[in-house]
């Protein structure tokens, strides 16, 4: 299987170590706070996060849209009452997601409301969420369209590993 991190952040602007240097959000909690002189405002977040919903949706179809299982569910925060469609509770350990609930599971995550990994049975396609706005995709392809859908959100795809995959 092949990994990517997808992620807002331009890999060009990282050092030698794999570090990204500019100063720049990394989470919901941000929202009102100022980074390098800009305010993040919640439209802001809210294109960003519908960006990242858009991609992996796209990378969830062009796998087959395979049902996905809930695994590592783990409770975070309470929910920042932003607009959109957002799973109000994570899903219990071992739950099927279905593609109808996804968007709304990856805003949750996104939004730090609960955290978990999806994968599918498989093991053709993953979905795993990490610190910062990173998510790990892990699948047999990406395809061109994942990865147009990724650039007009302003997104990057790199090849990496999920380091929230379980041992084979």
Known sequence: MQGWRLTKYDPSRRNAAGHYLPEEWT????????????VLTVEAYLRTEEA????????????????????????????????????????LEGQAVRRGELAALIRACLRE??????EAEDGGCAIHFGYDFYVYLTGRDLTGRVRDVAHAGGLFLEPFQSPYATPA
């Open 52 to 91: 990242y919903v858009e991609t992996v949706m796209a990378f969830h179809e062009d796998a087959g849209a395979p049902i996905l299982c809930a695994c590592g569910v783990e409770a975070a925060g309470s929910d920042p009452g932003l607009p959109g469609d957002v799973a109000k509770a994570p899903p």
């Open 113 to 118: 409301i609960f955290w978990c990994r999806l």
């Open 27 to 38: 989470s919901v909690a941000d929202i009102g706070r100022s980074m390098a002189g800009k």
